[in-house]
């Protein structure tokens, strides 16, 4: 009898593509999860590649194969350099990161993680981290409720959402799943199903800073990267996709131009070079196999070399 599926590895082929694997080479993925694309990247490697693999999540130790080649590390990836350092690794190959939830985060009820099961309002990646969902609907005030929603949900009625809350959780218990949805019932605009999923995308990504983790791995992208290297990241929202785009194309995370100067050159050049022109989407026949991929954008850069 085989083994319920952890997690189906997105874009699998058009990463081992993007990443132009070179067989001896050091590979890092960010995001191990299930192993779907750590296997596929070993497939690609002789006996002196190798590769150091991260997550956060303690469920993903299970899937580590025995394999001399890997080094598991039991931790976020905005430590990407320090664990690198750790084990002698300087630099690397290239870089991997499918960032969002597991499939297996989301079916295992009482992670909290799906509006689609009863259990605590937790998702946390990390159980060992303190803040929780429920925290953050219980103690965060007005402003920041509104705040969250609006940018990491864009959530309709954010203000009203956040004061609603505010009002509901002197009386009522938020502690789980279905407390917060009925309670919350009378301020939901549209489909209840895509209301709650966008709602719960916004407590996620503040429960465990993703986009704040997104931003301090990406910084150690190019130091880490040896010249032609590649990185690889698959991005599920809107807001992660411009902070790759941005970061890949001007080296740095905002929206405007990168400096130039009295002569209109640019006064530094981006560390990465995007292969990718515009994002790698999935093609309708793995989106019928896994509707999971169906938001899911592939963008690869190439580390500069160095002049």
Known sequence: ???????????????????NIRPNGVYVDCTFGGGGHSLEILKHLNAEGRMVVFDQDADARKNVPDDDRIIF?????????????????????????????SSHQFDTADRGFSTRFEGDLDMRMDQRQQLTAFEVVNTYDEQRLHKLFEQYGEVTNSKTLARTIVQVRKTASLKTISNFKQALHSVVKGNPNKYFAQVFQALRIEVNDELGALKEMLQQVPPLLKPTGRVAIITFHSLEDRIVKNFFRKGHFEE???????????TSTPPLKA??????VPTEAEMKRNSRARSARLRVAERVEEQ
């Open 1 to 19: 009898m085989s083994e319920p599926v952890y997690h189906v590895p997105v874009l699998l082929h058009e990463v081992i593509d993007g990443l």
């Open 73 to 101: 590390v039991p931790h976020n990836f905005r430590h990407l350099q320090r664990f690198c350092r750790l084990h002698k690794i300087t630099q690397v190959d290239g870089i991997l990161a499918d960032l969002g939830v």
């Open 256 to 266: 405007e131009e990168v400096d130039v100067d009295p002569f209109g050159l640019q």
């Open 275 to 280: 292969i990718t022109k515009k994002p790698i």
